[in-house]
């Protein structure tokens, strides 16, 4: 067997596991459903997401730590992730060989060759961590502020070795090196001194957008599931929607097809987990190499090259997939993994120049607060962002969301739903609640969704916690937002027609939504009577629909309008109506008299004290296309700036 | 044959160096790993832990102290009325850094009586200049835009002509309060900045009709410190002021109630809403002052329950006659 055969064994297990964990990402009581499957493994080992939330949060979050073991194993052995685990890259890799395969030879090696577009991603890489670096990086500025001397010192002196080598490295000249340094810790420290660069800089986790494993995480989960399960129904009994994600699965396909042109098109040219493996294993001790210099330079080494590294010649070492396809193609049996370079030499560093890493640099640290410039995470919050429980507080919130949509998986009412750009661009794809589709509202007695998430922004909390029990009967059940009556559109509101679907299908204990009686003439319900019995009264003419007011919530009235006259309507034809037996009329309203035909409404009102937040008002409304009640994130547990009560008088410390 | 030996030898030793930068790049992300790691999810919101308070301005082993003084011209009553109760001078030392809190609520001109009395503000802030006072700033938080209010209600202009400094708030200029026992503000924004160095407060506030409370005169004049989504207290008003009431205890306070609004409250808008009522109260007891500014709006202090509120949690009296207020008249 060979070391290719092996590989391929490799990614096919890895593509399986990763299919594996989507399909187990479902609540239910067969074995294959989420049983403790650890379906966010491969979220977990992917070092981008794990330095990406460092670099926002100062923290490396539980799973996350796996990322750490695929890092010491990228230092030591190469890229060998993408092309041996990552499932995206597995996909574009088969892809990509059927596209090829009965193509000449030189076809394949021109396809191969390496294109100077390849630096994109480490551009992109770069823009990306700046981007969540904003905040660390002004920390870090200011950090000689409010800390002991040694402290400060030690961290200016570490800051300024580094700075010497980076310099050193990027320049030969050390007297410029030099001054460039002076000038650089001149303007760190001036900003630190005289800025408030933290309040200035904002970060939040883009990374999510471009990296791999979120990016087909989210495309199977919110576009290939749920198209494939829609004939067979075996992960849903009901079709599963996705706002916009006929975006995703644009991207997707795009990113798959693009195979057929350039082969692993995703991650020669975009992908910034490979540019980041491909920095990380920079020094590996073993890499892809040739023995011997002289070679008859058939080039068929570069035929079948998955990373574009060019092992004919200089191999670029991190554009190198660890395919292995060269070892196996040559003839002369003179590429290996080997510890020593490649006698043909090889180049180590990405083909970035200077200007255009500090271009991206620039523009990932300044493209947060200019994304923010919009409001949409702060004052100008749209009604219709509603986060799922246990989200962090905006700001931590999008620095730890992957938009993975593992949340909106699991859902299993399907009514999380990954934003369009209403939260902001910023907050593309992260997940909204959308009550108008799916089964149900949020169901009480569901955390899922905090359970599952990698990163904890939505953060696992107990069922206690979310309905407000034992330890937490003090601070109240989680609230997602507020129900709303909207009594424009509200059946017994505006159009006299008994109703409350919302107050009977209102989960809290007491009913966040309570009802208030009316009795109403209903149009055309003031009727002249013919004659009449204890019982029966026939009216002039045939103004009745037959069975119109026989349906217990009509009753008519007699002259004066109070409560003690009413008497409910059991039947009626054209032009008679009968009462309740159990209470006839003393004396019949004569001949000539007005009988008025009344509807009793409940009409429904919510109580903001009790309001959870979880919309399944809003789903059952029966005022279909714009509910008659909805809810916004007005009152969310997370937000101060979203609070619309003041604690209730008994709640109060 | 020698030149492969050291090709071998070139080999090996980038090999041991390549494994040291390896090995660094291990021990790196090891460290980093240990460092970081951090196995517990973030709690709910918590409540900001680092708060600011406001200290004590009142002058000590001075005793509650008022007077009432009526006439139509607001620098002679003012004089009058500090000068019945120990003159400025026993509340003001030299060397003391002043803040006068006017209400500036509204960015409307003067003569709608909506906000403190320019040429009041100005003339107070001068007398404490006399009595010796290294500075004085005038701040409020007002509901609209703050440089607008501060222009067109011309107490910027008053103010700034004496030597005053007006505090205009910025967003960096609140830091969170919890006024003790407390039910309401707590972890709150407070328009602190202004505060930083101050010793003595002095309040000045126009007296006025108010829709939701009843009134606002001095106790409600200090809903213009808070920063935040305040307005959600109008959902429990007077606790609301009871609290501001606890949040600041001032050197002293001045009522005026040159100008009455007595409708259309707290805006006002028109000369209709206005009523002439002559009189102007300094105090070092805001109960007590707001209980008399109560009278002249036609209110009892049953009407106003924020008054019985601050009264039951010790912050003065209601009872202003109990002062003994001097009544004067600038005839």
């Given at each position: 067997?060979?070391?290719?055969?092996?590989?391929?064994?490799s990614q096919a297990l890895f593509l399986g596991l990763f299919l594996w964990f989507c399909i187990v990402s479902s609540l239910g009581r067969e074995w294959w459903q989420l049983r403790g499957w650890p379906v966010n493994w491969l979220l977990q080992i992917d070092p981008l997401i794990a330095l990406g939330t460092m670099l926002t949060t100062r923290v490396l979050y539980s799973g996350l730590l796996w990322a750490m073991v695929m890092v010491v194993l990228t230092i030591l052995l190469g890229r060998f992730f993408c092309g041996w685990v990552c499932p995206f890259g597995s996909l574009h890799h088969f892809i990509g060989f059927?596209?090829?395969?009965?193509?000449?030879?030189?076809?394949?090696?021109?396809?191969?060759?390496?294109?100077?577009?390849?630096?994109?991603?480490?551009?992109?890489?770069?823009?990306?961590?700046?981007?969540?670096?904003?905040?660390?990086?002004?920390?870090?500025?200011?950090?000689?502020?409010?800390?002991?001397?040694?402290?400060?010192?030690?961290?200016?002196?570490?800051?300024?070795?580094?700075?010497?080598?980076?310099?050193?490295?990027?320049?030969?000249?050390?007297?410029?090196?030099?001054?460039?340094?002076?000038?650089?810790?001149?303007?760190?420290?001036?900003?630190?001194?005289?800025?408030?660069?933290?309040?200035?800089?904002?970060?939040?986790?883009?990374?999510?957008?471009?990296?791999?494993?979120?990016?087909?995480?989210?495309?199977?989960?919110?576009?290939?599931?749920?198209?494939?399960?829609?004939?067979?129904?075996?992960?849903?009994?009901?079709?599963?929607?996705?706002?916009?994600?006929?975006?995703?699965?644009?991207?997707?396909?795009?990113?798959?097809?693009?195979?057929?042109?350039?082969?692993?098109?995703?991650?020669?040219?975009?992908?910034?987990?490979?540019?980041?493996?491909?920095?990380?294993?920079?020094?590996?001790?073993?890499?892809?190499?040739?023995?011997?210099?002289?070679?008859?330079?058939?080039?068929?080494?570069?035929?079948?090259?998955?990373?574009?590294?060019?092992?004919?010649?200089?191999?670029?070492?991190?554009?190198?997939?660890?395919?292995?396809?060269?070892?196996?193609?040559?003839?002369?049996?003179?590429?290996?993994?080997?510890?020593?370079?490649?006698?043909?030499?090889?180049?180590?560093?990405?083909?970035?120049?200077?200007?255009?890493?500090?271009?991206?640099?620039?523009?990932?640290?300044?493209?947060?607060?200019?994304l923010r410039l919009s409001g949409e995470a702060g004052p100008n919050w749209h009604p219709e962002v509603i986060r799922p429980p246990g989200a962090l507080p905006e700001e931590g919130f999008l620095a730890r969301c992957l938009r993975c949509g593992q949340c909106m998986r699991i859902c299993p009412t399907n009514i999380i739903h990954p934003a369009g750009i209403k939260g902001g661009l910023e907050a593309l794809w992260t997940p909204t609640l959308n009550f108008r589709v799916g089964t149900s509202g949020c169901q009480l007695n569901c955390i899922a969704c905090g359970q599952i998430c990698p990163s904890a922004a939505l953060r696992p909390m107990s069922l206690d916690e979310k309905l407000g029990r034992k330890d937490y009967a003090t601070t109240g059940p989680i609230r997602l937002g507020t129900a709303f009556v909207d009594r424009g559109r509200c059946l017994p509101w505006a159009m006299d027609r008994p109703c409350i679907v919302c107050q009977e299908n209102c989960p809290t204990s007491?009913?966040?939504?309570?009802?208030?009686?009316?009795?109403?003439?209903?149009?055309?319900?003031?009727?002249?009577?013919?004659?009449?019995?204890?019982?029966?009264?026939?009216?002039?003419?045939?103004?009745?629909?037959?069975?119109?007011?026989?349906?217990?919530?009509?009753?008519?009235?007699?002259?004066?309008?109070?409560?003690?006259?009413?008497?409910?309507?059991?039947?009626?034809?054209?032009?008679?109506?009968?009462?309740?037996?159990?209470?006839?009329?003393?004396?019949?309203?004569?001949?000539?008299?007005?009988?008025?035909?009344?509807?009793?409404?409940?009409?429904?009102?919510?109580?903001?004290?009790?309001?959870?937040?979880?919309?399944?008002?809003?789903?059952?409304?029966?005022?279909?296309?714009?509910?008659?009640?909805?809810?916004?994130?007005?009152?969310?547990?997370?937000?101060?700036?979203?609070?619309?009560?003041?604690?209730?008088?008994?709640?109060?410390? | 044959?020698?030149?492969?030996?050291?090709?071998?030898?070139?080999?090996?030793?980038?090999?041991?160096?390549?494994?040291?930068?390896?090995?660094?790049?291990?021990?790196?992300?090891?460290?980093?790993?240990?460092?970081?790691?951090?196995?517990?999810?973030?709690?709910?919101?918590?409540?900001?832990?680092?708060?600011?308070?406001?200290?004590?301005?009142?002058?000590?082993?001075?005793?509650?102290?008022?007077?009432?003084?009526?006439?139509?011209?607001?620098?002679?009553?003012?004089?009058?009325?500090?000068?019945?109760?120990?003159?400025?001078?026993?509340?003001?030392?030299?060397?003391?850094?002043?803040?006068?809190?006017?209400?500036?609520?509204?960015?409307?001109?003067?003569?709608?009586?909506?906000?403190?009395?320019?040429?009041?503000?100005?003339?107070?802030?001068?007398?404490?200049?006399?009595?010796?006072?290294?500075?004085?700033?005038?701040?409020?938080?007002?509901?609209?835009?703050?440089?607008?209010?501060?222009?067109?209600?011309?107490?910027?202009?008053?103010?700034?002509?004496?030597?005053?400094?007006?505090?205009?708030?910025?967003?960096?200029?609140?830091?969170?309060?919890?006024?003790?026992?407390?039910?309401?503000?707590?972890?709150?924004?407070?328009?602190?900045?202004?505060?930083?160095?101050?010793?003595?407060?002095?309040?000045?506030?126009?007296?006025?009709?108010?829709?939701?409370?009843?009134?606002?005169?001095?106790?409600?004049?200090?809903?213009?410190?808070?920063?935040?989504?305040?307005?959600?207290?109008?959902?429990?008003?007077?606790?609301?002021?009871?609290?501001?009431?606890?949040?600041?205890?001032?050197?002293?306070?001045?009522?005026?109630?040159?100008?009455?609004?007595?409708?259309?409250?707290?805006?006002?808008?028109?000369?209709?809403?206005?009523?002439?009522?002559?009189?102007?109260?300094?105090?070092?007891?805001?109960?007590?002052?707001?209980?008399?500014?109560?009278?002249?709006?036609?209110?009892?202090?049953?009407?106003?329950?924020?008054?019985?509120?601050?009264?039951?949690?010790?912050?003065?009296?209601?009872?202003?006659?109990?002062?003994?207020?001097?009544?004067?008249?600038?005839?």
């Amino acid at each position: 067997m060979t070391i290719v055969t092996v590989r391929r064994i490799s990614q096919a297990l890895f593509l399986g596991l990763f299919l594996w964990f989507c399909i187990v990402s479902s609540l239910g009581r067969e074995w294959w459903q989420l049983r403790g499957w650890p379906v966010n493994w491969l979220l977990q080992i992917d070092p981008l997401i794990a330095l990406g939330t460092m670099l926002t949060t100062r923290v490396l979050y539980s799973g996350l730590l796996w990322a750490m073991v695929m890092v010491v194993l990228t230092i030591l052995l190469g890229r060998f992730f993408c092309g041996w685990v990552c499932p995206f890259g597995s996909l574009h890799h088969f892809i990509g060989f059927l596209g090829r395969r009965r193509r000449p030879a030189h076809d394949r090696i021109t396809l191969n060759q390496y294109h100077p577009g390849q630096c994109i991603k480490y551009y992109l890489l770069i823009f990306l961590l700046a981007a969540a670096a904003g905040s660390s990086i002004a920390q870090l500025v200011r950090v000689t502020h409010g800390h002991s001397m040694i402290v400060s010192i030690s961290v200016i002196a570490v800051l300024a070795v580094l700075a010497v080598i980076a310099i050193l490295r990027f320049i030969s000249n050390p007297r410029r090196a030099i001054g460039i340094l002076l000038v650089v810790v001149g303007i760190w420290m001036g900003l630190g001194s005289f800025l408030p660069l933290d309040r200035m800089n904002a970060a939040s986790l883009q990374i999510g957008l471009l990296d791999p494993i979120a990016l087909v995480y989210r495309s199977v989960n919110l576009v290939l599931l749920p198209v494939v399960d829609a004939g067979i129904h075996k992960l849903s009994t009901i079709q599963r929607y996705y706002e916009g994600a006929w975006l995703i699965g644009a991207i997707f396909l795009a990113a798959v097809f693009l195979n057929l042109r350039i082969p692993r098109f995703y991650c020669r040219f975009l992908c910034p987990l490979g540019a980041l493996l491909g920095v990380l294993g920079r020094f590996a001790l073993w890499r892809m190499g040739k023995t011997r210099d002289e070679c008859t330079a058939c080039k068929l080494c570069d035929a079948d090259c998955e990373g574009a590294c060019q092992p004919s010649g200089e191999i670029r070492i991190n554009e190198c997939v660890l395919c292995m396809n060269c070892r196996s193609s040559c003839k002369e049996g003179l590429v290996d993994y080997q510890t020593s370079p490649s006698a043909s030499g090889e180049i180590t560093s990405p083909d970035i120049s200077r200007r255009g890493f500090v271009i991206a640099l620039i523009s990932g640290i300044s493209a947060i607060p200019v994304l923010r410039l919009s409001g949409e995470a702060g004052p100008n919050w749209h009604p219709e962002v509603i986060r799922p429980p246990g989200a962090l507080p905006e700001e931590g919130f999008l620095a730890r969301c992957l938009r993975c949509g593992q949340c909106m998986r699991i859902c299993p009412t399907n009514i999380i739903h990954p934003a369009g750009i209403k939260g902001g661009l910023e907050a593309l794809w992260t997940p909204t609640l959308n009550f108008r589709v799916g089964t149900s509202g949020c169901q009480l007695n569901c955390i899922a969704c905090g359970q599952i998430c990698p990163s904890a922004a939505l953060r696992p909390m107990s069922l206690d916690e979310k309905l407000g029990r034992k330890d937490y009967a003090t601070t109240g059940p989680i609230r997602l937002g507020t129900a709303f009556v909207d009594r424009g559109r509200c059946l017994p509101w505006a159009m006299d027609r008994p109703c409350i679907v919302c107050q009977e299908n209102c989960p809290t204990s007491p009913k966040a939504i309570f009802t208030r009686k009316q009795f109403t003439t209903v149009r055309g319900g003031v009727l002249l009577v013919k004659r009449a019995d204890a019982l029966r009264v026939e009216f002039e003419g045939n103004p009745l629909e037959p069975g119109q007011f026989a349906t217990g919530d009509y009753y008519c009235t007699v002259g004066i309008e109070t409560d003690d006259h009413r008497r409910r309507i059991v039947e009626n034809s054209g032009n008679t109506l009968a009462i309740a037996p159990s209470w006839p009329w003393q004396s019949p309203p004569p001949r000539g008299s007005f009988v008025r035909i009344q509807v009793h409404l409940q009409l429904p009102f919510v109580d903001p004290k009790l309001c959870t937040g979880c919309g399944i008002c809003e789903h059952e409304c029966p005022v279909r296309v714009k509910r008659a009640i909805r809810v916004t994130p007005e009152n969310e547990s997370r937000s101060r700036e979203r609070s619309l009560l003041l604690p209730l008088a008994g709640q109060r410390q | 044959m020698r030149r492969e030996l050291r090709d071998e030898s070139m080999n090996r030793r980038e090999f041991l160096l390549r494994t040291a930068k390896a090995g660094a790049g291990v021990a790196a992300t090891c460290f980093l790993a240990y460092w970081l790691y951090d196995g517990t999810p973030p709690g709910p919101l918590q409540e900001q832990d680092e708060l600011v308070m406001l200290p004590d301005f009142s002058m000590p082993g001075l005793g509650p102290k008022m007077s009432i003084v009526t006439g139509g011209d607001r620098i002679q009553t003012v004089n009058r009325a500090l000068k019945a109760i120990g003159g400025i001078e026993a509340f003001i030392k030299p060397g003391d850094r002043v803040l006068l809190k006017v209400n500036a609520a509204f960015a409307t001109p003067p003569i709608l009586s909506a906000t403190t009395n320019p040429q009041l503000a100005a003339e107070v802030a001068h007398l404490c200049f006399k009595a010796g006072a290294a500075s004085v700033v005038v701040t409020d938080n007002p509901i609209n835009d703050p440089e607008s209010c501060f222009n067109l209600t011309g107490i910027a202009e008053a103010a700034r002509s004496v030597g005053a400094r007006v505090f205009l708030p910025t967003e960096d200029s609140f830091e969170p309060t919890t006024v003790k026992d407390a039910t309401l503000i707590r972890g709150w924004p407070l328009l602190y900045s202004p505060f930083v160095g101050i010793n003595k407060v002095i309040g000045i506030a126009p007296v006025k009709d108010h829709h939701r409370s009843g009134a606002s005169m001095t106790m409600k004049n200090w809903y213009g410190l808070l920063g935040g989504r305040r307005n959600i207290f109008h959902q429990d008003i007077h606790n609301a002021i009871k609290e501001l009431a606890m949040m600041v205890t001032p050197t002293l306070v001045i009522l005026d109630a040159t100008t009455a609004m007595m409708t259309n409250g707290p805006t006002g808008g028109s000369l209709a809403d206005l009523k002439r009522t002559n009189t102007m109260i300094a105090s070092t007891d805001q109960v007590a002052a707001d209980a008399f500014g109560a009278t002249l709006l036609g209110k009892t202090v049953a009407q106003l329950p924020y008054i019985s509120k601050a009264e039951a949690s010790g912050v003065g009296t209601a009872d202003y006659a109990s002062l003994n207020p001097i009544r004067e008249s600038t005839g």
